[in-house]
């Protein structure tokens, strides 16, 4: 590869299953490095180990939490053996986290993810580093204004000061079919009150909208569904990381992922 190149050749080879440890050496997402590996080990012959260190919880990159709870469960729908555990956070820009995964082999199969379900629980937890506790206090106290949700739903997490310094705050809808997660990360010179109002805020356009997905698990569920060869979610409106991703599986798997706008709002992926 070269700057101003218009070509690009892949040549797959054999996929091998084990034992892998990836250390990032920094605050490097975990998440990215496993869907990068995830999807090829599953199509292998035998199991795999994964120990993945770096960043767990980081900007730009789906927290360990979203995988767990969002992503990985409609794998398993879709005949994924897989199991994750969160051995220790680490925050950006410090790192030193540390995910352990066990992926058993198996291709996914197609399936129809079009509806939630009823709404069973919602809740907010505001992790906490090396830093003041009164910052994980006002954004728990901005979000039960916002959305005047119970004590019991509303927790403040305090880990370890090695584990930071870090601060996020997850807000989490489950239903019966999908849980989405909403997260804020703290940033220096970014107040408590702004972080957590920009976190309600997107967690609320997606429960005034009727999608199963949202944005960020839409763009993640387009390969393993092109992977299966069919199957459908339906999802808020796409983004150009989703539109691009699935460009580029076009390219690759000759099958199309397209989108189709529904009457009130939401969006269609179905793949042909």
């Known amino acids: 590869m070269a700057v101003g190149a218009r070509e690009i ?3 797959p080879g054999t996929v091998d299953a084990g034992e892998y440890r990836f250390a990032v050496g920094t605050a490097g997402s975990t998440g990215l490095v496993l869907q990068t590996v995830l999807m090829p080990l599953l ?15 980081n900007m ?3 927290p360990f939490d979203f995988i767990a709870k969002s992503f990985l469960p409609i794998l398993r729908r879709m005949g994924a053996r897989i199991e994750a555990r969160l051995a220790r956070h680490g925050f950006y820009p410090r790192g030193g986290g540390r995910i352990e995964v066990d992926v058993l082999p198996g291709a996914p199969s197609p399936i129809e993810c079009v509806g939630r379900g009823g709404l069973l629980s ?6 906490i580093a090396g830093l003041p506790l009164d910052i994980a206090e006002r954004e728990i106290a901005c979000v039960r204004k916002a959305f005047d949700w119970a004590d019991r739903s509303c927790a403040i997490r305090e880990l370890p000061e090695e584990q930071g310094p870090g601060n996020i705050l997850l807000l989490e809808a489950e239903y019966e079919h999908v849980t989405e997660i909403v997260s804020g990360f703290g940033q220096l010179g970014v107040p408590a009150e702004r972080l957590a109002k920009r976190a309600v805020g997107r967690l609320k356009g997606y429960l005034e909208s009727s999608a199963f997905a949202g944005p960020y698990l839409a763009d993640q569920l387009l390969l393993p569904f092109a992977l299966a060869g069919g199957g459908a979610f339906t999802t808020v409106k796409p983004s150009q990381h989703s539109l691009t991703a699935a ?22 992926m179905k793949v042909h």
């Open 122 to 127: 919602t809740s907010a937890t505001a992790y």
């Open 43 to 57: 199509l292998a012959n035998r199991p795999s180990r994964l120990v993945l260190e770096g960043g767990t919880h």
């Open 9 to 11: 050749t892949f040549r």
């Open 247 to 268: 460009k580029v599986i076009e390219r690759f798997l000759d099958r199309r992922c397209v989108f189709t706008q529904l009457p009130l709002g939401a969006h269609r």
């Open 60 to 62: 730009l990159a789906p």
